[in-house]
Every structure is written in C-alpha cells, then in structure tokens.
C-alpha cells in the first residue's frame, strides 16, 4: 500500500514555501493488538501551526526537522485491534499529514456523524470554534451593548468570535483583508460593521468610525498596527484576549512597535494571551453550546476546501497570504464504511 | 495671613524643571457656613502626577496651566464652620500645593493620629499602600513559592509590594537604581534578591540569575528595557501588574519598544493596568489590613521628608531622578491642636 507522508524538509524563515516540505512514502507496519489504522479524510491547516516551524521555545514543542508534520485530522478507523474504536468509526485527533497512520488511540476523539459534516470537527465544533468561544467568553466577557471587534475576522476563529458576540447582544465589527471577505461578514454573517485592512488608507481612523462609542472587547488574530489602532480606541475596563499574532509568526527577530502598557495602564485594561488547551477541562461543555447553536442556526460556518493530499502544502501557505474565507481544510480520502 | 500656593506655570517637556511651577501669594476668604480651613501638614508628591502635568488624555484630568497643582495632603482643621469636621481634627485628601486652604469638605477623610504618625496617611495606610495591595493581591494573585518581581522596588509603592508578595510565602525579587536602595530591599525588608539595574550590564541575564524558576508575577512600575527583561522570564499563566509607567511619562512621542503580545500569547499571560480608584468600593477593607499588618510589625515602612513649603518642586523632581527611598513626602506646617 502506498502511504504518503509530508515531513518538515527545513525551518521556515519568514512565509513558508514550498521547499520547506517534502512528500515522502513510508511502509506501513503490520497492525498490533491494541491500535487501529486511520484513513486521513480531512486534515486541517492553522496558523499556529506556522510557530511550531521554528525552533523557538512556544507554548507547543517545536516540529522535528525530517519527521511528519502534525496538525487535526479527522479520520476512519479502516482496521482495529481495539475494542473502543471499530472499524468504520471516525475519530479527530492530532495526527501526522499521512494518508494511512497506524495509532494506538491515545488522544484521540470519536465523532457522532450525525451531528454535523465530519469537516466541522476541525472547524467550528473543533479546535477553531472552541478558541473563539473560550477567547471571546472567558477573557473577552462581553456584556449587551458592548462593542466588540475582531481581526482575522474571516478565518475559522474570527468568524465564529464575531457570530457569538452577536448572539450576546453587541455591536460588532470585523477586520479583514478584502472586499469579499467584508461583505460575507456583514452580509451573511450579520457583523455590524467590517473593515478591509488592506484598501483602508488610516486603519486608525478607520476603527474609529466603525467604532463611535469605543472598543470594549478586542479578540486578537493578528498583531502588528492593525492591534495598534484598535488599542487606540479601547475603552476603560477594556479586556483584549491574544489568539493569534499571524503578523509576527513568519519574524526572524523579535517584533517591536508601539507600547501598549500605556495604553493598558490609562484605561485599566486587561489583556491576556491564550491557547485553546488551557480550557481543556471544559471542551465538553463548550462543544455542546457550540452544536445547539449551530442547529438552531443562530451560527454560519463557510468552510475552503481543497481536495488531494498534494495540495496540503499550498493550502497552508495560502493562511499567511489571505487566500481562506472561513475554515481552511484539504479533502485528502473518501469515507469508505 | 500670607498664604503661599504653587501652580502650574508651563506643562513640561520631558523631565520636569522648576519653570514649569510658580510660587503666587493667594488672598484667603472668609470661612462660611459648612466650610473647614485647612493647615497643611505633609504634601505628597507622586510620580503620577507627571502624567496630569500633560495635557494628554488620561485616566484623570489633566491640571490646567495657572492654576493650582492638586494631591495628597494631610491638613488640620483650624477653623471650622462644619460640624462633622471640628477644629484640631487631622483629615487627608486631595488638595492644592497650598498652605492655607477652604474646603467644603468634601472628599475629606478623617485621620486618628493614634494608629500611625500622620504622614503615614499619605503613604503605606493610603494611595501607595493601597495601590500595592490591590495590584499585587487582585491582578497579581501571588500563591506561596511563586516568584514575584516587582519594578521601582524601593518606591512607595514597591517596599509595600515586595513586604505583602513575602507576607503571602512569595520568592521577592526587586529591581532598583541604587546599592543603597538594593542594601535596603535585601537587609532591612526582606527580599530574597535585589538587582542594581544601573550598574547591572546585562539586565536580562542579571533577571533570570534572580530568578531561577522564572517569574509568576509581575508588579510594573517603570516599563521599558528593565520591563522586558522581566517578561523575557515569564513563566506559563503569569501575572503583570501595571502600575506605572514612569520610564515613559516624560515622553513627548508615543513610545515603541519590544511588542509584548506575541509573549502574552506564547505563556497563556495576563497583562492589566489599574489605578487605585478602580477599587474604591474596597479600600476601608484593605486600609484595615494594611494598619494591622503594620502593627504586627509585618510591614515596615520608610519616608524620605524634605522639610519646607519651597522644597516641593525640588522633591517631585526627584522623583524621576531617583533621589527617594520608600516615600516622598514634604513637611510644609507643624500642627497646631
């Protein structure tokens, strides 16, 4: 059986290319009591997954130069020694970019193909919806009436962020990167207001006419001067909850640019970075709301997906150049049970 | 009766001189109903009060050019037409750098000159005592064997932070511009290290020798290079306090330096800025905290007192140049019930 594998070929330094990845076939070892083959059906590309290109100390390990690279996957178990996962099951896990994986079923999660398309365990029931929810609610705690605004307000997570905020009873703007992206935010989205990053000639003046009465709530894709102009409009009590810093993950130095402890000091604002595993212990329940919601279609979700396991790499390098709308997945195999 | 006041004369530029500030002689009015004339006993100076010499906005009100510098004074009451305020009484509050003043009373708080000398009101039992209570205790959250740094440690301020962070079982490092003040942290209040960051050439390495297993908790009072050598050694969920900002209130720009989001980001951190009156609601509970643990012997507590009405433009200077240990305070009038 041939069994494709995308390895990690050199560290990134600045936007991944191509040349950094390489398609390698690996033997696939014969099944032992206790593991099951997983058929790859979609695999998921992140941003975060940029960080674990470099070899800077980050909150998750480094990828080894030469070894698979890992990222969510969901799956079919296509042969089981292991009696809580059959064959024809599918599961979502953090496995390699492989067609085939042999696993022994540690970490991984079994997935109800009732509830939704099996692609939406990567998105909005997965890792990207439940960042959204735990950024936006835990630190973000908006309140009715409050304005809350988001940058990478077209991805997986801003999309999400800005139809919870809605659901809370806020104003809510969105930043994005191109006039199609603003439309599907207000249009089909209900955002109240979205801004496009790129034609804006003054971001600053820009926030602040989407924003008259302020900026209550930030919830941080980004970085860099987009952050900047938002700051310059929070409010008092502000709290900004850092996601993402998509801005600085391809920097072969440290970032500098504008303080923003003055700004935090001025207005007793609270700001405080996160990862989504730091709520690990309250998955369930957020996974939960999460699915009323979207059945009671109080929440759109757009998926982009690409299809062959040869575009894997294209599809990752399209997060860092504003390719995706929505959740970025690549269709890598058919569901055969 | 002369009656000596100070105003602002000119908004300064940068560090400030004693142009900026005027010495006028003020006519006093006839005392009426329902007010208290007030003697000046202690006047403090407070690096804060920079930032209102701006016209900047702020989170208080900028002072107006030609008219009276305001802060934190202990008076006596010397003559009274106001019956909960009788003469010979010791109050504390916000009033004019003024030797005479009439006052209708309000924003008064009444002083026991039996619990703690009345200068103490303007330090450790007041705004500083409670600013490092409330930063430290409510933002920084300090559990025994974590460790706690704190900048501008051998202010009014960081002597009470460092005192409360050992209080509650912290490791205390301090940061500070002297051996003295470093002599003083180490010998006389109990911080396990204290670091020198004038003559410290390498600040970063100088922090994490201090600091082995990293830093939990950090109470800002400077920003800057030192505050970016502290959150270089930030660990997983820690905690920053911003108090102050002193290395940038004589800025005339916006300041830019090393981004700390994608730090916030990478150690699942909070970052809040606060001023004491955002916990008004809760400052009888802390004042009585804070008197207790003085009497216990707990905390100790050092004022800098220059002595003279015309010394006061010379000791907020001072300020910034690093002349204090622990609070600075002048002593303008002796009482008189």
């Excluded at 960042?131 to 801003?158: C, D, M, N, R």
């Excluded at 809605?166 to 990167?177: F, N, Q």
């Excluded at 603003?182 to 600053?204: C, P």
């Excluded at 919601?293 to 390098?317: C, H, M, N, S």
Aim: net charge neutral.
């Amino acid at each position: 059986m041939k069994n494709k594998t995308i390895i990690l070929k050199s560290r990134p330094n600045g936007v991944p290319t191509k040349n950094n990845f390489q398609f390698t076939e690996t033997p696939m070892p014969e099944l032992q009591q206790g593991e099951v083959l997983l058929k790859a059906l979609y695999i998921s590309v992140d941003p975060y997954m940029r960080g674990r290109m470099s070899d800077a100390k980050s909150y998750v390990a480094p990828y080894e130069v030469g070894k698979p690279i890992l990222g969510g996957v969901v799956a079919e178990v296509v042969e089981s020694k292991q009696e809580s996962f059959r064959k024809g099951a599918v599961v979502v896990g953090t496995l390699p970019w492989q067609q085939y994986t042999i696993h022994d079923v540690r970490g991984l999660h079994a997935v109800d193909p009732e509830v939704a398309p099996l692609s939406y365990h990567l998105g909005i029931l997965g890792m990207p919806g439940q960042t959204a929810y735990f950024g936006l609610l835990h630190i973000g705690q908006p309140k009715p009436g409050e304005t809350v605004v988001v940058s990478g307000a077209a991805g997986a997570v801003g999309t999400v962020v800005g139809q919870i905020a809605k659901l809370k009873g806020c104003r809510v703007v969105g930043i994005a990167g191109s006039d199609e992206k603003v439309s599907y935010l207000k249009n089909e989205l209900g955002f109240d207001e979205a801004i496009n990053y790129k034609t804006t000639t003054d971001i600053n003046q820009a926030v602040s006419a989407a924003c008259p009465d302020g900026v209550d709530v930030y919830f941080d894709n980004v970085g860099g001067a987009i952050s900047d102009a938002v700051l310059l409009a929070l409010n008092k009590f502000g709290r900004i909850a850092i996601c993402g810093q998509i801005s600085f993950y391809n920097n072969t130095v440290p970032a500098t640019g504008m303080r923003v402890e003055p700004i935090l000091l001025r207005k007793s604002a609270l700001m405080k970075g996160f990862i989504v595993s730091d709520y690990a212990s309250e998955f369930g329940a957020a996974a939960k709301e999460l699915a009323t919601w979207l059945k009671e279609g109080k929440l759109q979700y757009r998926e982009t997906v690409k299809e062959g396991f040869d575009q894997i790499p294209e599809a990752f390098i399209g997060l860092f150049t504003g390719e995706n709308t929505g959740k970025q997945l690549v269709k890598v195999g058919e569901r055969e049970g």
